[in-house]
C-alpha cells in the first residue's frame, strides 16, 4: 500500500471520529487523533500504526495553533482534515442556555474554522488537500428541539459553502457528510434498545462515504453527501 | 387608528431598520428603538409618535436583559419583535479573522437568541405575538466572499426555523424576510453609482413586507419570504 | 374603490379558487372563471360582478388558446393570473398508473405553461403583471405517497422560478404560493372529523396572501411563500 | 472479479452512458444498453464482454415494457438501472414551444417512471438492488433559459425522492447524481474551444460516483450527490 500523509481526525470519540481514523490509516495515512483528552481517544493511539493522539479544545485558537504545529513538525504536512468535532445539547429555544448555545457554536462552528485557517495554506501551496466536514440532519433543518444545536451545524455547513467556493479552484476539495440518523454506539443502543440494527448508522460505513470522497476525480467533485440508514423515514 | 401595543426594533440604523420603526409606529404601534448608541437612531425617536430609543448591545446578555426590562416597565408588554441587528464583514474565509467571524455570529445569530427569549415568555403566556427576522441572500448560501456573514445568517434562520417549529402553535408568528439584494442606503448609493435606481431595494418595501406578515390570518402564516427587487439577477 | 382590469382564476373550485376570485372582485378587478364545466363554478359567476365564467380544459392547447381570446375579447386585457388548477391522486410509485401521472402533470405542470404563455406577451408590452401559482408541499418534497403530485407539483414550481428568473425585470412579477396544509372544504372536513378548526387552512388567508403577492413593490418581491397553519407539524 | 449481475444503462450516448456502461461492465456486470437507435451505442456492444444493445423509446410505455421483458428473458434479473436519458432544449418560456416542453417532461420525467415500475417489482422481491438517476443543475433550479429543460429535471428529482423514500426500506437504493457543469463531450469541446480542461466533466468521474453509490452500505446510504468540476463557478 502507498504511503500517504497525515490526516487530521478532529473529534476523536467512540463513534465517528474512531472510524475515520482507522479508515484512513487502513488506507495509508498517518492520523492525528484529536480530542479534549486522552481518555476519549482510548486505544486508538496503539491499536493505529503511526497515529498520534493530541490533546486539542478546537474552540481555543490558542490550543488550535499549538497542536497544529505540533502536528507539522511531527508528522508532516496535512493532506486531508476531517472535522468530526461535535456537540449535540437538545431542547428548544425557551429551554436553552445561551451558554449552551454559545457553546454548541463553539464546537461546531467556530472550531471548524479556526482548524481549517490552519490548513489551508499550506494546502493551497501544494496545489491539493480535503476537508471533509461531518454535519448532521441538523445541517439542514431547524427542528423544534435543536435551537443549540441546528443553528451550529447550519452555519458550518454554510461555512463549509462559502470555503467550497473559495477553494476548490486552489485544487482543494472541501465537503460535508450530512449524518441523518443515529449512530450506532454502546450509548445510542443503550438508549433505544427496542431498535432494529438497520436502525443506526455504522461508523464504519461513515468513514467510508469520507474515504471515497478523498478519492474523487477533481471533474466531478461533490460537495454534500447524505449518510442515511435504508429504513430512516425523511 | 387603533392603538396597539408595543414593537421592538432591534438595531435601528438608516435603512431597514429605520424604516420597520416608521412602518410599525404609522401603524399604530409604540416603538421601542434599539441601537448601540443614539445617534444610529437619528431623530426617529422625535419623528414618531411615542417611540422611544434604548441604547443597547444585542449580543451582550446583561444589556439586553435591562433593556427589555425597561421597555416592558416604560411602554408595556412587547407584541412584535423585529430583529434587523447584523453585521456584514465580507471577506472570504483566508482572510476574515476569528473575531470577525464570532463577532457575526454573535450580533447575527446569538443577539436573536438572546432578544427572542426575552420575549417568548410574555408572548406565550399572552396567546400571540410576531418575531420577525431580517435575514439576507447569506441566510440560504455561503458564497466565496461572506465566510463570517453567511453562517452567521445560516445559523439565524436555523434558530429562526427551530423556534416556529415550536413557537407557533403557542400563537407566536416567528418568520424570516430574505433581503435578497441591496438596500438603499447613501451610503450603498455612494458605492454604486452606475446602478440605476431599479438596482435597490427600497426600505419602506422590507417594512411593508413585515407589516403584513405580522397581519396574516394564522390559518395561513409564512415563514420564509424573500424581498427581492424585480431586476436582480438570481 | 378604483375599478381594476381582469384577474384569470384558472381552476375555480369551492376552496382556493372561489376565495381567490372573491378576494380579487373585491378589490376591483373584473374575474374571469376557468373551470372544466360550469358546475364547478356555481354560483360564482352571479355572485362576483362582472365576473365571467369558462369552460376551459387547462391540459389542452385548444381549449387555452380559445378561452383566453374569449377573455381578451369580452373583458379585455388581462392582468393577473392566478394558477390554481391542481390535481392530487396519491399513491405510491408501484400504485399510480402512467396515466395518472401523465394526467398530474398535465393539469399541474403543462397547463401552467400553456396559460402563462397566453398572458406573457402582452404583460410584457404593458411592462405589468402578476403571474401567481398555488403550490402545495408536494412543490418541495417527494413523499412516499405523492409519487404522480410531487413530481408534476415539482415541475410548477421550477417553471414558475425559470419565468420569474427571466420575466420579473420585464416587470412580470411571476411567484408561487406553497400551500402547506390541508385546505378547509367541506370534503376535508368530512374525512377529518376529529381535527380542531385551527389544523384547517382557510382559503380567504391564502387569498389575501395572493392578494398581497400582487401589490408587492417592485423594489421587494417575493417569489415563494408559505401557507401554513399555525399548528401543523412540519 | 466476481461475475454480477445485470446492470441497465437507459440512455447510452458518447458521455455519461457509455461511462457508466463501461464502469459497470468492468465492475462484472452484464450491460445493457438502451437507446433510441443502435448508431448511438456505436461499438459498445462489441466492446463490452456480454453487453447487449436494445432500441427502446423510454417515452413510451409499450417500447419500455416489451425492452425490459426482452431484458429479463435475454440477459436475466436486473440488479441495476442507471437512468440516464435526457434531453436539453434550452429556451426561456416564451421561446419553448408547448411541444418542446412536453417532449423533454417524457424523456427526462415519464421515461423514469416506467423504467423504474419495470424493475421495482423484481428488486423488492430479491431485496436488494439500485435506481440511480442522472439529474443536472436543472434538477435544482429553474433558470431563465431552462424552461423546459428545468421543470422536467425538477420531477425527476422528485420522483426519485419520492421512489427512495418508499423503496430504501424494501432495500432498494434509489439516488441521484446531479450532473452540475458541462460534460467532456466531443461536442461540447467544439462548442467551447477556450475552455481548459479543467473546465469538463469527466464521464469516468461521473459513472465512478455512480458505481460508488451501488456499493455503499445500507446503513449510510446517500440520495443525492453532486458531480462538479473543481474549477466550476457555483
Chains 1, 2, 3, 4 share one sequence.
Not at 500504526?49 to 508528522?75: H, K, M, N, W
Not at 489551508?120 to 454535519?135: E, Q, R
Not at 438508549?191 to 477533481?218: E, G, N, Y
Amino acid at each position: 500500500m502507498e504511503q500517504k500523509g497525515v490526516a487530521v481526525v478532529a473529534g476523536v470519540g467512540p463513534g465517528n471520529g474512531a472510524a475515520l481514523a482507522r479508515r484512513f490509516a487502513g488506507g495509508g495515512y498517518t492520523v492525528a487523533l484529536l480530542s479534549r483528552s486522552a481518555q476519549t481517544r482510548g486505544s486508538l493511539e496503539q491499536e493505529l500504526r503511526g497515529a498520534r493522539g493530541y490533546d486539542c479544545d478546537v474552540g481555543s485558537p490558542e490550543s488550535v495553533a499549538r497542536t497544529f504545529a505540533a502536528i507539522r513538525s511531527q508528522l508532516g504536512p496535512i493532506e486531508v482534515l476531517l472535522y468530526n468535532a461535535g456537540s449535540g445539547v437538545f431542547g428548544d429555544v425557551e429551554s436553552i442556555t445561551p451558554e449552551q448555545f454559545e457553546s454548541s457554536w463553539r464546537v461546531n462552528t467556530y472550531g471548524a474554522l479556526l482548524c481549517s485557517q490552519q490548513v489551508i495554506g499550506p494546502m493551497k501551496a501544494a496545489g491539493a488537500g480535503s476537508i471533509v466536514f461531518i454535519g448532521a440532519t441538523a445541517s439542514r433543518r431547524g427542528g423544534p428541539r435543536s435551537a443549540a444545536f441546528a443553528p451550529a451545524k447550519a452555519a458550518q455547513r454554510s461555512l463549509a459553502e462559502s470555503m467550497a467556493r473559495s477553494l476548490w479552484r486552489a485544487g482543494i476539495h472541501v465537503c460535508l457528510i450530512v449524518v441523518d440518523g443515529v449512530v450506532d454506539l454502546e450509548r445510542t443502543r443503550a438508549a433505544m434498545r427496542d431498535k432494529p440494527d438497520s436502525f443506526f448508522i455504522k461508523p464504519a460505513a461513515v468513514a467510508d462515504t469520507a474515504w471515497m470522497l478523498c478519492r474523487q476525480d477533481a471533474s466531478a467533485w461533490s460537495f454534500e453527501v447524505e449518510a442515511r440508514p435504508f429504513g430512516e423515514t425523511w
